[in-house]
């Protein structure tokens, strides 16, 4: 894997370690929200939706934009790929490893029932 995409992955990991985080991924795969909204849901001030969202767009996870005082926010599925993608490979790994293990402990069980 690149250092680009390592990087990608621990963005998304450390944006959804965080359980407001994830009350806005949540949220935001309903219908777009704004901030406000956002705050309200969470219980917290705007400032601090505000940086929860930045981790979230840093990460790839969220995106929005600002129309007038009102900035809206949506899902943004691209940083998602990168952690299913990461996902993908180690879930392959890990099921090549157990296939393996399998074949050398059926081998064991024939040869003892020999």
């Not at 450390?14 to 985080?21: G, I, K, P």
């Not at 991924?25 to 940086?51: C, D, F, H, Y």
């Not at 934009?65 to 949506?74: F, L, N």
């Amino acid at each position: 894997m690149l250092k680009y995409e390592a990087e990608a992955v621990d963005r998304v990991f450390h944006a959804v370690a965080d359980a407001n985080r994830r009350a806005i991924i949540e949220r935001l795969t309903r219908s777009p929200a704004t901030v406000s909204e956002l705050a309200a849901l969470l219980g917290v001030t705007v400032a601090a939706t505000v940086q929860h969202l930045r981790v979230l767009q840093d990460s790839e996870l969220v995106s929005s934009e600002k129309v007038g005082r009102v900035r809206t926010c949506r899902i943004d599925p691209a940083g998602l790929h990168n952690a299913e993608a990461w996902l993908t490979r180690q879930r392959t790994a890990w099921e090549l490893r157990l296939d393996r293990l399998g074949a050398v402990l059926g081998d064991e069980a024939k040869e003892s029932g020999r």
